[in-house]
Structure formats: structure tokens, C-alpha cells
């Protein structure tokens, strides 16, 4: 098995890459969205919303959380997911500084 460097790259360049990880499916986007829009969902509310089965939804709900861009509060047997506020004004935070960087323009195109 490889061994990953990632030990080996700044804590900034290392949470940007988590962030993207994190939004790197076009699923966990329309969860995204569709928290924006609703505020605050069940599970089933995702799953009646997208294409996907229940489990699959589940899987993107858990990514999404890892990464601290929503949370989930436990109500009875029900999980109730929103945006995290804080950490997501955070992750918008870091992206645009990292997306707004201004870059060299060679004299000729690479």
C-alpha cells in the first residue's frame, strides 16, 4: 500500500483540499443546495429530493459532516441536518482566498 505524503503540505493547503474533497460530487451539491434552501431536513427529505437511494444519501449526509459543512442533531430516531453556519462562512473563506489568487500570465500560453 502507498504511503500518502499529505502530512508533508500546509494545514491551509490540507483543509482546502478536504473542503473540495468534501463538495467533489455533483450529489453532495444538490444536498448542499437543497439545505440552503429547506434550512433544516431529515434524511428522507434528501432522499425524496435526489435520485439516490436512502443508504446512498446517507453515505454523501456523513461526508458532508465529516468535512463540518453541515451538522446533524439527533431528534428521536430522526437526524436533523442544516448548514453549519460558522464553518461553512469558513470554507467560503478559504476557497475564495485560495480561488482569488492572482496568477502570472506568461508571455506566451503554456
Known amino acids: 500500500m ?3 505524503k499529505v502530512s508533508e503540505f500546509s494545514t491551509k ?3 482546502i483540499a478536504a473542503l ?8 453532495r451539491i444538490a444536498i ?11 434524511c428522507s427529505d434528501v432522499v425524496n429530493e435526489l435520485p439516490l437511494s436512502q443508504s446512498t444519501v ?3 449526509l456523513k461526508e ?3 468535512a463540518g459543512l453541515i451538522s446533524g442533531d439527533i ?8 448548514i453549519d453556519q460558522k464553518r461553512w462562512h469558513e470554507a467560503v473563506g478559504i476557497i475564495n482566498l485560495f480561488l482569488s489568487q492572482e496568477t502570472i500570465q506568461a ?3 503554456c
Do not use: M, W
Request: proline share 7%.
Open 75 to 82: 431528534d428521536g430516531p430522526r437526524v436533523c441536518y442544516c
Open 64 to 66: 458532508l459532516k465529516n
Open 32 to 42: 448542499i443546495n437543497f439545505l440552503i434552501k429547506k434550512r433544516e431536513c431529515i
Open 20 to 27: 473540495c474533497k468534501a463538495l467533489a460530487h455533483p450529489a
Open 58 to 60: 446517507s453515505q454523501h
Open 107 to 109: 508571455e506566451k500560453p
Open 13 to 15: 493547503e490540507r483543509k
Open 2 to 4: 502507498a504511503i500518502t
